[in-house]
């Protein structure tokens, strides 16, 4: 029954019952109230999207598909789409290779200054986003660098290796080392134990790396915003909609598209998550 | 384990001439993290550390209409803090908009710290299954795109919102209310609203940390609820409490989405001027010089911070 601090003790007893008290007091009241807090926002843009009324206020007027229909046949929305599929695709892999190396490095290796190193590789997660964007763009005016989605694409890298270091680190913490030993000692090489040890044991953690540095690039619009070429990406473009009323419900058709897809995923990874650990427990325990 | 080793390592079939550079790498363990480590880091200072240096080279220089004068000056300097010394013709209002900056997203930090310790809190100690779950839960509607949150709350806080016209349907005014959008009080609730998972995470994991036993003994020996927390479990979340603070309070102030969208002409914060520098006013070396400010604004509010914090703590002790 009890699982925590108190799962050696022999007898029956369980303090911690006293100490958690009961489960659903005014505290579950006050958890509920809080998700319906930062539920009730977004789910305004499923409402709207399906309300016959160019405005988005209220009253709500009547059912259509007509903003799903507006949507499917813009070319601007469907461009822009297609550019952040394509740098988020290149930023997932990117940045989950990155954080990789990093993070087999952190986990694997002693050397000095390595928590100085994690700092460093962690310090996007903590500048503001403005600095970084702006001090891109100087950087590649002053190289003579044109602004496109490969100037999007590094600053989406940057700001991603932090979030898939963090992930494949307490990854790569959850499953022994020894058994890379194992292989190493059995004569094969480290590039071949990579391959056939580490990444089969990691790829929950790889898996969710990628998924949330393809989502985190995917949203992502200051960086975006300064580091825009002629193309841009989903998040300028819903920007650049904002000021055009007759084009919002299409947008917000499509953002309840994606908060669709995404729900989704999560839900994948989610599942994913469970498999790893069910199949990867009883070797490394 | 070693002896599994030993075994299988003793017929030693290294036989291969390994050049000096090998040898290096397999005699330190550090040459070989390092070289792991070197292309993630290769990225960090070419995508990171280069272009920040840039940056700040571009606040020394003079921006002369669409070319950038490139001798040295102060003069950006000057005029984004020239106010504080009285310098002659230095305008007061990018100072006035960095406090104003501070202020609301001090207001933002302390406001999702308040919100997210109690469900933190219920998350670490009621929760006892799927705990995951929950967590998934707090973090599906930041998965939205950021502007269309954003934009959620102009629906509801706006003219014809739900606020307005749920009271107006109620029958309580009979106008709708104007103060709600368009402040720097909405600008507070809906950053408030767009960071509250990150302020939660942090702090569950802190509380997740501390070891029960404790709190059975303070319970043994006496101490109610109240003395409990305010004894134990409060001073052990405390470094979540921080790294919460942190991760709201420093992206927050040079936000400029949300003070664009919902903060009208009152609610501009200093993260709007920046950008209209590299904008429509067209003078990068002075936005430069502007976005170094308001960096070291924000390390010596945090330096102070958390000198105050270990003041704090080492009384405690």
Redesign the interface.
Known sequence: MS????AGQPVEYS??K????N?Y?W??V??VL??A???V??L??PL?SFNDSI?????IKGFTFEWYRQMAKSTGLLDALYNSLKVGAVVCLASTL??M??A???T?????G?GP?AS??M??????????G??????TN?VGLELSLFTIG??H??IC?PFG?LVLISRLEGFDK?LE?ASL???VNAWKTFWRVTVPLALPGIIASIMLTF?ISF?E??LAF?LAGNEVT??IY??SQ?RFPAKLPS??AL?TL??TV??VL?AVA?WI?RRGTATTKPTAG | MADRAGVLTSPAPIVRQDSRIQRFFLRHEWARGYALLSPTLAVMVLAMCLPVFMLAAHSFWTQNYLTIDETFTLANYEQALGWLWGAEGAKPIYIRLLWKSMQISFGVTVTTLILAYPFAYFLAFKVRRNKNLWIILISVPFLTSYLLRVFTWKIILGFNGVINSGLMSLGIISEPLEFLLYNPTAVLIVLAHAWAAFAILPIYVSLEKIDRSLLEAATDLGDGPFRRFWRITWPLSVPGVIASGLLVFIPTVGDYVTPKLVGGTEGIMIGNIIQSQFGKANNWPLGSALSIVMAIAITIVVLIFLYVMSLGRVRAK
């Open positions: 699982t925590r601090a108190d303090p911690s006293v100490v958690e008290g489960r007091g505290l579950f006050y958890a809080y998700i807090f930062l539920y926002p977004p305004f843009l709207f405005y988005v206020a209220f009253p990155f954080g190396l990093a087999k490095a952190m694997r290796y002693t050397m000095p390595k190193m460093f590789i310090l996007p997660l903590v500048v503001p986003g403005i600095i970084l702006i001090a891109l763009l100087v950087l002053q590094v600053s890298v940057l290796v270091m020894s030993e000692d059995l004569g989502l949203d619009f200051i300064f989903l998040p819903i920007w904002l947008v917000l953002g994606i908060l995404t729900m999560v989610e998550r």
